[in-house]
């Protein structure tokens, strides 16, 4: 596929959400600004989809599938800013020391299995061998890239940060604050016994 041919899809695909979102914004369900706000997201996250994909074409139904899901990413917690909640400085270095354990990992490809139909478990497999044989660090973007997930995005440059479904931000959350993590564990426990 050509440039040329690549960049028609995202041409359409682009049309079809702005028109969606007019109709929204005409029916009264959404006001103008969260429009706005949801329109410059969307063209921001085509065109760096744009730029990824038409250095690796596929086929249009990747390309397409690809930027469907990255659609979706409006749902997802900043697992950044949870991190900075715990430190100002390097929250991406917590985000690699939580996805340094093997429990984390094979949550993470839990959650995929049950939610993704292309994720790639062999590669994940290979993947975690790899974090616990060698001196692999497992980032986001590699996990990402490796497996084909998509309970977490991960957008670069300013504003950029990592973001996650809401089970997978909870499973975070609770690594990094052990006090919630026991009422967790209380609370589960007394809704068994009670």
Known sequence: MTSEECSEPYIRI?????????????????DKDFADKHKMAFYDSLDEERLRTSQKIR??????????????CGDMVSLTEIARQYTEDSPGYVIQSWMRSRNTLEFLRQWENDMNGEFD???????????HTTSLTVTPSLWIRRTHAVGM???????GGVRAYPEIAADFHLWLDSAERLALVRLVREIKIG
């Open 14 to 30: 682009a049309f079809q959400y702005k028109s969606a979102l007019d109709q929204l914004v005409g029916k009264g369900l959404i």
């Open 59 to 72: 086929s249009q139904t990747e390309i397409m599938r690809r930027y469907m899901r990255g659609m979706t």
């Open 121 to 131: 478990d062999r590669s994940c497999e290979d993947l975690i061998h790899q974090a």
């Open 153 to 159: 995005h991960v957008k670069q440059g300013k504003g």
